[in-house]
């Protein structure tokens, strides 16, 4: 029986199992240590996750690099309660000029789709004095991006298909499965 039999009925299929997961979070938390490994002698690393999406994905992660480096969250939104973003991204609450000013900024982020938060996020820091900003998503949906940016560390690149569980949701449900999973259209159209 499945422990989430409650939800199953709304998912078309599982993307990505716990396994599947857990070995992708492995190679990020290597490969995230191996680039920032020199770099923070010098300087501070901080994680900025976005919330809600990437609370789980952060967690998980930031216990797989072996590097001294502090957290932060944020929200920031373009979605609103659509499933389409709206082009105008939400921010709050700001860091304060002083937290990030020469450090090295890590965004942390469920999945880069159109990429208008992540981008305008990017900016925000650099203008704010970050030393440089660097984006890691759990998901890549390249297929939807309108801004002009990328990952620098990327989980697993997507198709365009509605995705929940590991942190993603649909209303605010769906965030709790330990797993990723296409939803059915039908839930949503």
């Known amino acids: 029986m499945c422990e989430f039999e ?3 009925p709304d998912l078309q ?45 952060m967690a998980d992660l930031i216990r797989r690099i072996d590097l001294p480096c502090q957290v932060l969250f944020l929200r920031a939104s373009s979605y609103g309660s659509s499933t389409v973003s709206s082009g105008n991204v939400a ?11 020469g450090a090295d900024v890590l965004l942390v982020e469920d999945i880069l789709d159109s990429g208008r938060t992540l981008e305008k996020l990017a900016g925000l ?12 998503t759990m998901l890549d949906k390249p297929a939807r991006r309108v801004a002009n940016i990328t990952t620098d560390f990327c989980g697993f690149e997507v198709e365009d298909q ?3 569980g ?15 999973a296409i939803l059915k259209p039908e839930i949503y159209s």
């Open 13 to 57: 299929c599982i993307l990505y199992g716990e396994k599947e997961l857990n070995e992708m979070l492995d190679r990020l938390g290597r490969e995230i240590t191996e680039y920032y490994r020199d770099r923070v002698k010098n300087r501070k690393l901080i994680l900025v996750g976005v919330l809600k999406g990437s609370f789980i994905f």
């Open 162 to 164: 509605f995705i929940v």
């Open 6 to 8: 409650s939800l199953t």
């Open 125 to 136: 820091f650099i203008e704010t004095g970050a030393a440089s900003v660097k984006i890691c």
């Open 166 to 180: 590991y942190g993603l949701d649909y209303n605010e449900i769906y965030r709790n499965l330990p797993y990723i």
């Open 91 to 101: 921010v709050e609450p700001l860091p304060e000029q002083d937290q990030l000013k």
